[in-house]
């Protein structure tokens, strides 16, 4: 986020660098022979596939009975090459988090992956910043205190469900509506409304307030002099005109301006949203692409080539730490 980080968080990258020779790098050589099982299983596949599809392209090309249907049929089996190799990467991902997960945690100190903590739907709800979905999948769970702050990081997948009825039949579609980053950090500032930001970086359709309008009666546009962050904070909502700008100082807005630019492109976000509820911060972070939602590997390169992987997951998990130095959300101040 900023070019000089704290000596806390310097300390962490540099014991990092160095459990990464001395416990990671041999344990990524250990665990080799599973990516090459996996790899080896996705080539057998991949050959057999290409020779199964070349065989039905032959036949649909001599035959005279071919339809549209059958050309797309073979394009579906060449689609299972594609499909077959995000799912066991997405294996090899989930074997090595599960094996060197807190290995990879150890410079964090009091950073551990716990399964059992979570940050609860009916707090989301309340949070007003994320997608209304009937039940969630956290791969990751990872909790800790940095500088006194307790922080509750979580990779999850939201999913909804729509029934819909037609002709007397019912329907039932699950659709995935949010795979993203979502945090919880304490912050030492008494308040007692509720306000809340969205940054769409990426994208220009409708904001994802305007799908929820309905949940923001009690909310009014917060008036800020700064039209710059505007440009990063299209939304920006409260139940308390003074306490918002007493939040959003224009310190405070400076550092949410970089927090936005740097975040979004180093977990390539597609947009990013805050709130400030009961002495809480909740940042919600929606990912443009789920397969890089905290990757450890990719199968096709070995593991012990693949420290750029682990330092993108590192690097994230310093990021989220330097919003408590930027913030300074450590610092305990009364209320306005």
């Known amino acids: 986020m900023t070019l000089r ?5 310097t300390a962490i990258d540099k014991a990092f660098r160095q459990t990464y020779h001395s416990e990671l790098l041999p344990q990524l050589k250990r665990m080799e022979f599973v990516r090459i099982i996996l790899f080896f299983i996705f080539t057998v596949w991949s050959l057999g596939t290409i020779a199964y599809a070349g065989l039905a392209l032959w036949a649909c090309l001599n035959s005279p009975d071919t339809t549209l249907l059958h050309y797309l049929s073979v394009a579906a ?31 964090f100190k009091t950073f551990k992956a716990n399964k059992i903590f979570d940050i609860p739907s009916s707090q989301l709800k309340e949070s007003k910043i994320v997608e209304k979905h009937v039940f969630k999948i956290n791969p990751e769970r990872i909790e800790g205190v940095y500088k006194g702050v307790e922080i509750k990081f979580n990779t999850a997948l939201l999913f909804d469900i729509e029934r819909r009825y037609s002709a007397g039949k019912s329907r039932t579609k699950i659709s995935n509506v949010f795979s993203g980053y979502i945090v919880e950090m304490d912050m030492n500032k008494q308040f007692s409304g509720h306000t809340i ?27 800020l002099e700064d039209p710059e962050f505007k440009k990063h904070f299209t939304q920006i909502k409260s139940t308390d005109q003074v306490e918002a700008r007493y939040l959003l100082t224009p310190t405070v807005m400076e550092k949410l301006k970089e927090l936005d630019m740097t975040l979004g492109r180093l977990l390539m976000l597609s947009d990013l949203r805050l709130s400030f ?15 890089n939602l905290l990757r450890l590997c990719v199968l096709n390169k070995p593991l012990y080539k693949q420290d750029k992987e682990i330092c993108m997951f590192k690097d994230t998990l310093l990021e989220i730490l330097e919003i408590v130095d930027e913030l300074e959300l450590d610092e305990k101040v009364g209320t306005y």
């Open 5 to 9: 980080r704290s000596e806390e968080l």
């Open 77 to 107: 089996i060449v689609c299972s090459i594609f499909v077959a190799y995000r799912l066991l990467e997405f294996v090899l991902n989930l074997i090595l988090k599960k094996k060197m997960l807190n290995s990879i945690l150890k410079p």
């Open 197 to 223: 930001l969205e940054s769409c970086l990426y994208h220009t359709d409708e904001s994802f307030f305007d799908f929820l309008k309905d949940d923001y009666y009690e909310m009014n546009e917060v008036e």
């Open 277 to 291: 509820l009961d002495k809480k911060i909740l940042l919600v972070m929606k990912v443009r692409n789920v397969n």
